[in-house]
């Protein structure tokens, strides 16, 4: 680690007051800042002592075996009142081993509605689940991503009762409006009211009538929200996810999503990793148009280290249902980071839908529909938001997406279904970026039609609990579905584990293959000497199609090298002036220097 490192958290750690006068003067004003300075200084210092035991990690965070599961602590099950994280850490143990670097756990704390969005206790695990020795037990064996879901909490959390009651010091926690103010202006989310009646207050509740906004413009909220951050880092969290974070700061006559000042209190947040705990990353959840995703990345350097890339999830869905790659590629060209300390959290699957906003701007109304047509037809469903002209427009798919991918050809088998889904997979686990693996894509599961209450709940669908003496099951058949797809996708994630030009942080070039049934682009890491020579370059080439295709082999125009290895075969193979590819066949194309 450079010198430069250290300096770096050395001289932040010695500037917490300057770091609490600054941040909190831009949200609050210097009247304000200087009334709660003390209070914010002395939880920063509280905790530093504590976090700085921590030895930073040798190695930057956005290293290239970076990897992350996406699971919730509960995704596998055994017998009633059996702990589950136990269990999930004994299946990565048995299946996963060192493949992946990062477990991103789902909200595992108290909840009451939204399988754990709608948090009780944000400092507390769910005994259901297990307790605090069980996440200090699975980080020994990989790095942890936390939620930290601070938009709102449960209307059963402790610090709304109170807040519902006036009762100080919560007077004043949570957003109460009289009913008369006009708020048809205000983004919504989801096709629901935006106000809810509890007791004798109408507060404001962006997601559900359960989970209820927080009101930050109270610092004293934003102080007991950052303790609940300080809470994550000393409990070991290497990467924070804000989920829904574009809607911190409400107000009235804007459109309460995006606002500069919850900006602001991201960049707090970042000031405080970077100072307090440097070996640790933010990545913010907003799923919304491209442009206004990244913004989150800031100026590079003082915001998210990672956003979610949720145009990808529809493109690639759009781009196998479709068999042209047109749209995805005009998309990826476009794709600029402002700086090296940043980088894409690609993905395909999550515990929620394919969101459709994401592609509002990068795909017709005729193509959103016919993802929309299919999704049905294979047996998911389609939410809802209310526009401000009181219509309703698609905004997510609720469907798992290897169910997504399936019959896209006529009685195809599931064989053809399997490799589709793997191609799919291949991109995004090769796309410049950090890839975040869907516990259900990893192990191959389908929609969850048995899910409790799906009908009320359509995103149940792709959140299946499964009974892990089943899973062992299926997977001990070499042939089984699940299988197939589980040592496939470990062999890709092993690939990009082992190659500098597969890093987060190498560079991308999406190729014009002059043809739109395939896919490809080149992935390049450089040497910091030499002029820049490329020190090894991959061209990953995708055929997103059912029929074979070929495309040109462009990146060898200026090559002396007369072979090349396919990374997926361990096959040398001489140089040709173009490449074969079988249906939904991936190639991962290695050349040294």
């Known amino acids: 680690m450079p010198d430069t490192y250290y300096q770096r958290v050395i001289m932040s750690n010695m500037n917490l007051q300057n770091l609490v006068i600054t941040h909190l003067t831009e949200i609050y004003g210097k009247r304000e800042a200087e009334h709660y300075r003390d209070a914010f200084i002395s939880l920063l ?40 994280l136990p269990l999930l850490r004994a299946f990565l143990h048995e299946y996963i081993g060192s493949t992946i670097s990062t477990v991103h756990l789902l909200p595992f704390y108290p909840s009451s509605s ?25 980080q020994k064996d990989y ?31 949570i957003i109460e409006l009289q009913g008369e103010e006009d708020i048809s202006s205000v983004f919504r989310p989801r096709a629901l009211p935006l106000l809810t009646k509890i007791g004798e207050k109408l507060v404001w509740t962006t997601f559900s009538s359960d989970q209820v906004d927080v009101n930050y413009h109270n610092p004293k909220v934003l102080l007991m929200m950052t303790e609940i951050l300080l809470i994550y880092l000393v409990h070991g969290a290497s990467v924070v996810r804000l989920d829904a974070v574009a809607f911190l700061w409400k107000e009235l ?59 990808l999830p529809p493109l690639v869905f759009h781009t196998f249902l479709s068999q042209d790659a047109t749209a995805l590629s005009s ?66 798919l609720n469907i798992n997406y290897f169910s997504a991918l399936s019959n896209i050809i006529e009685d195809e ?21 950090v890839p975040g693996i869907y516990i259900h894509s990893l192990i191959g599961s389908k929609n969850w039609t048995d899910a409790p209450s799906l009908s009320l709940n359509p995103r149940k669908i792709n959140r299946e609990k499964i009974e892990i003496q089943s899973l062992r099951n299926e997977l001990s058949d070499p042939h089984s579905r699940r299988s197939v797809i ?55 080439a995708v055929n997103i199609s059912a029929v074979p295709q070929s495309i040109p082999l462009h990146w060898y125009e200026t090559s002396k090298e007369k072979e090349y290895m396919d990374l997926i075969t361990n096959r040398t193979n001489a140089v040709s002036e173009y490449i074969q590819l079988d249906p939904y066949q991936v190639m991962v194309l290695l050349r040294k220097n």
């Open 45 to 84: 210092e509280k905790y530093r002592g504590e976090l700085q035991q921590k030895l930073p990690k040798p190695e930057i965070p956005l290293e290239q075996h970076t990897s992350i599961l996406i699971t919730y602590a509960d995704s596998l099950v055994a017998e009633p009142n059996c702990p589950t």
């Open 331 to 396: 998309w990826a060209k476009t794709l600029l980071l402002p700086s090296s300390e940043v980088t894409f959290f690609n993905f395909l699957a999550s515990h929620d839908g394919i969101g459709l906003m994401p592609v509002q701007d990068l795909l017709s109304k005729a193509e959103i529909e016919a993802m929309a047509q299919h999704t049905q037809k294979e047996g998911g469903f389609i939410s809802r938001r209310n526009e401000n002209d009181g219509s309703t427009s698609p905004y997510e």
């Open 413 to 433: 088998p599931e064989s053809l279904a399997i490799k589709r889904f793997i191609a799919a997979s291949a991109i995004m686990i090769f796309f410049k970026g």
């Open 253 to 311: 006559g804007t459109r309460c999503i995006h606002h500069p000042k919850t900006h602001a209190i991201i960049q707090f947040f970042s000031q405080i990793l970077s100072s307090l705990s440097p070996d640790s990353l933010l990545i913010t959840e907003t799923n919304v148009p491209h442009k206004e995703n990244i913004s989150y990345f800031g100026n590079g350097h003082n915001e998210a280290a990672m956003v979610y890339n949720f145009s």
């Open 486 to 540: 589980l040592k496939s996708m470990l062999a890709l994630l092993e690939i990009r584990k082992h190659e500098a030009a597969l890093s987060p942080l190498a560079d991308q070039k999406i190729i014009d293959t002059n043809n739109p049934g395939c896919f490809a682009f080149l992935r390049t890491a450089r040497k910091k000497r030499e002029n820049n020579k490329p020190l090894e370059e991959i061209l990953i």
């Open 114 to 138: 939204d399988d754990g969005f709608s948090v009780i206790d944000p400092v507390e695990v769910d005994p259901v689940f297990g307790s605090w020795e069980d996440i200090h037990a699975l």
């Open 143 to 173: 790095q942890l991503m936390f939620d930290f879901v601070a938009n709102h909490l449960s209307r059963e959390n402790t610090w709304i009762q109170a807040s519902l009651k006036d009762t100080a010091p919560y007077k004043d926690f």
